[in-house]
């Protein structure tokens, strides 16, 4: 080895290496652009941001599920307010008990406003932005999370 | 000129010929022919010419290697015909599945042979590495196949996975969610230090496995395209260095002084070498270590043909057997139609995965990566610590082996059982102290915990020893016997909600 690093590169052995080397790095310089090949672009899921009806037809103490999405949207004193159900866990979707929500998979546990109780999951259920659209209807948007306890007031 | 009468004697001979050139040797019924047999053909030839009695020994190998090539062969078979009618979409997969089941002609049956297919080689190629490494098998020249074994367990593990998404139903669709959060969950790591915004390893992992952010449509075609074409092709090329290094390392390990524990050759048995002495059969390739040729007369060699390939067969059929008759008394499961919003109730993954699950349900990230992580790395780091000189190639051989084996057991059992127990009863940090730091939440948690009690019982049993071998016989035989009571703990005792019970009809049944 030390003979190798001490002993002069032979002019041939030069012009290969340089050729072998120039090519390796353009080639590993090409593949580390590729790479992004696999990260999704195109995500053929439903639109995070839909409307869930009007205020008026949504009475005072109601919990709703919005068809085919994984969100309780609650109407209390405060205003109105998205909690998502899907586990913080491993992503199973809670179901909701009296008093709290409770994960089917694997036990984990979490109050009425998203925090864990008990179990493995180490996160509080995320709470998502409610706003209103121009045309008066409420809009969840599962794309923005909001801190716990932003409420919004119709 | 040639006439009429040679072109009919040539046609005469065509069969013959053909034959002749075809095989390029007589029929295998001397040793020189039996040889050229083997080492003639692409498909023989990773078999050794000759092979050592002593590897012939079914109590060795159990035949274990051979089952788990079986499988995969039968497993690719049937594969290739499901793939005929499976239709990689979510609108048509659980449908297509069912006409496999329900119209097909034999559908039922190819799939049934698939699943049961798929147990049988976990199993077998679980068992093979017991094997291997309960007889010592993996030292000097064979630790780099000990690595590549553990690449098809790996392999293997990943094609059962990949495959278990295909039939898109109940099961299916939740294990794939588990599993795709699982890849996520290093992101508990990043968001307890605060760096997700930035750093997202776990999400990345995620997203890249399902081809979007939640199990859809890319994410069957990713999985069908990992099981039905990249994994089978990386698989078999591991198999194909797995296979030609065994021969290339000297065949199986055996003791050295193997010879001698066989004792003299049964009469009839003594290797003929008379009937073709013009040549004798030379070294083809440089072997290193004590080879049957190096050093040594070939007496306790027999010709791979038949011996070897009678064993091979034999084995074969074994597993056939015992596919075909599960295939015909069992079949192979099908849930509901996945529903994205209903998660099943209890919802489990296949037997071979559900340990993992128990250690899951403690903490995604420990359980679901760091667990596992540990326990590869320190079955690859085996054979480059443990290079002591024990006898290879008999079960338990080495001194000492067989008491700490079964005090490993038993610690590794009692262990595992006490803090199930002790969980399962009075619950986990969190339950007592409800607002404890996230990271130690995570790191300290019944499955780290057990892990952190198997490595310190390996290096009390490596100190009081000085073996490091006795040390990973340890180590080794606790994690067997952690994976065996974690598994049965979450096939047997774990109902809805992830909660204790004894038998499944105690579940509440709504």
Known sequence: ?154 | MASFKTFIEDVKRVPSEFMESLFRHGPPETDRTRSEAVFHNLFLHIHPVRVHRWSLKSTLTLGLGVMSTASFVILTATGILLMLYYKPSTILAYDSIKDIHFVVPTGRFMRNMHRWGAHLMVIAVLFHMARVFFTASYKSARRFNWVIGLMLFILTLMLSFTGYLLPWDQVAYWAITICANIAQSPRELTDALHITGFFDPGGLTKTILLGGNEVGEDALIRFNMLHCILLPLVISFFMGIHFWRIRKDGGLARPEDADDKLGPLPDGEKPDFTQAPQKTYGLMAFVRGSSPVVGKGPEHTVPAWPHLFYAELAVFMISFVIMLALSLLMDAPLKELANPLVPENPAKAPWYFLGLQELVSHSAFMGGIGVPVIALLGLFLIPYLDKEKTPEGIWFAGKGEKSVTVKSAVFGLTSVILIEMFTIRFGWLRDWMPGIPQLIAILVNPGSVLTLIYMLWSIRIFRQTGSMRLGAVAIFTCFLAGFLVLTVIAVQFRGPNWDFYWWPNLWPNH
């Open chain 1, 1 to 154: 080895m030390s003979e190798m690093l001490t002993k002069p590169v032979k002019r041939r052995d030069f012009l290969g290496i340089v050729t072998i080397g120039t090519f390796a790095v353009a080639m590993a310089a090409a593949l580390a652009g590729i790479l992004r090949f696999f990260r999704p672009t195109v995500f053929s899921e439903l639109s995070k941001k839909y409307k869930i009806g009007k205020p008026g037809g949504f009475p005072l103490g109601e919990v709703r599920v919005p068809p085919g999405r994984s969100v309780y949207v609650f109407h209390d004193e405060s205003g109105f307010y998205a909690i998502s159900s899907r586990c913080t866990h491993l992503g199973c979707i809670v179901k909701r008990g009296h008093d709290e929500f409770l994960c089917p998979c694997h036990g984990s546990r979490f109050k009425l406003n998203g925090d864990v109780i008990s179990g493995a999951a180490t996160r509080a259920l995320d709470w998502y932005d409610v706003s209103m659209a121009p045309d008066g209807q409420l809009v969840v948007d599962e794309g923005k999370k909001v801190k716990k306890g932003t409420v919004f007031f119709a």
